[in-house]
């Protein structure tokens, strides 16, 4: 077998969720990697405003309904590496169990978790065989608190998923990037007191920032020896 290029130079690298926060980022880095970006975001607006901003190519595409992915990867063709972050969860997935919005959790779901698997199935079907993917988790998977069943189930099953896709589709090497408490638009609308409740007992007391975060998905995609792996992105989170 022939060893993979840890360059990312010429390679064409799709971010669904690459219109904002981390996945913006991502793409962003790929981009000064020398990588040929495309993006996936289901709000047309912030795809043509992120499409600008990077000299990137973008389509719309809306990940809980299943033709629309197939149709996307279509438009996209063949390709090196997929970066799967978006579903940002908003305030409304924090609720006790006894006071869950269950059609929201639903509709949170079909970004978040039946997103990713859809990506990966019509994905897989036209990415390098010595190509990467990367999902997205949290750290609540690790460390739950009350009030976020929902949220603490569906990071750990990003991390499951990770594990049993590394060897349904092997060669084609799967990881996941677990993160902290990031600096995206939605983390920044959180109450200040909560903010500081997450981030001051950690070795690195502050909040990361997208492009930190960038970081660990560059690595996956240029790691041509790691799949089946979880990279930790938390200030430290994970050891107090």
Not at 74 to 90: I, N, Y
Not at 168 to 186: E, S
Request: hydrophobic content about 45%; charged content about 15%.
């Amino acid at each position: 077998m022939t060893t993979p290029s840890t360059s990312l130079s010429g390679k064409r690298v799709v971010v669904i969720g690459g219109s904002t926060g981390v996945g913006f980022a991502v793409a962003e880095a790929a981009k000064a990697e020398g990588a040929n970006v495309i993006i996936g975001s289901s709000q047309p607006d912030k795809v043509a405003a992120a499409v600008k901003q990077l000299g990137a190519g973008g389509f719309v595409v809306d990940v809980s309904d299943e033709a629309n992915v197939a149709a996307f990867f279509e438009k996209v063709g063949g390709f090196d590496h997929l970066v799967f972050t978006a579903g940002d969860w908003g305030m409304s997935f924090f609720a006790p169990v006894r006071d869950l919005d269950i059609a929201a959790q639903q509709a949170g779901l079909s970004v978040r978790f039946w997103g990713a698997l859809l990506a990966v199935k019509y994905g897989c079907r036209t990415i390098a065989q010595d190509g990467s993917i990367t999902l997205t988790g949290g750290m609540l998977a690790h460390r739950p608190m009350k009030g976020a069943p929902v949220v603490t189930a569906v990071a750990g099953a990003i991390e499951h998923l990770t594990v049993g896709l590394s060897l349904d589709i092997a060669p084609i090497r799967v990881n996941a990037v677990c993160l902290g408490m990031i600096g995206t638009d939605r983390t920044m609308e959180m109450p200040e007191e909560m903010l500081k409740m997450f981030t001051d007992r950690l070795p690195l007391p502050r909040i990361g920032e997208p492009a930190e975060a960038a970081q660990a998905y560059i690595y996956l995609m240029r790691g041509g020896y790691s799949t089946g792996q979880v990279v930790v992105v938390d200030g430290g989170g994970a050891v107090v």
